[in-house]
């Protein structure tokens, strides 16, 4: 069974910076594609960024150029550095697993609160 944490939110002052961290257990992760979704208060989850396994990256138009999605396959960890925070990033932010192989059904974290005071 995969299990993944999400640690690294907190409290942040607009203009301030965070960095998630999602670790995963099992053995799928190298072959996975990770991402990064958030949901506001009232509002449904949305993508923010993914990264497949060779390392190709995608953002959402909103955070392009403020956020940085890695991932580190020797420790099932996959990370996001979001800079330049504002008050339009606060959200729970989710992290998801999508295994190479259709079948298999994306794995969700339990999310982790990032909330950015104005």
């Known amino acids: 069974q995969v299990q993944l944490v999400e640690s690294g939110g907190g409290l942040v002052q607009s203009g301030g910076s965070l960095r998630l961290s999602c670790a995963a257990s099992?053995?799928?992760?190298?072959?996975?594609?990770m991402g990064w979704y958030r949901q506001a208060l009232g509002k449904e989850r949305a993508l923010v960024a993914t990264i497949d396994r060779g390392g190709n990256t995608f953002y959402t138009d909103s955070v392009k150029g403020r956020f940085t999605i890695s991932r580190d396959n020797a420790k099932n960890t996959v990370y996001l550095q979001m800079d330049s925070l504002n008050a339009e990033d606060t959200a729970v932010y989710y992290c998801?697993?999508?295994?190479?192989?259709?079948?298999?059904?994306?794995?969700w974290g339990q999310g982790t609160q990032v909330t950015v005071s104005s």
């Open positions: 998801k697993m999508k295994d190479v192989l259709p079948w298999i059904e994306p794995y």
């Open positions: 099992g053995t799928m992760f190298a072959r996975s594609t």
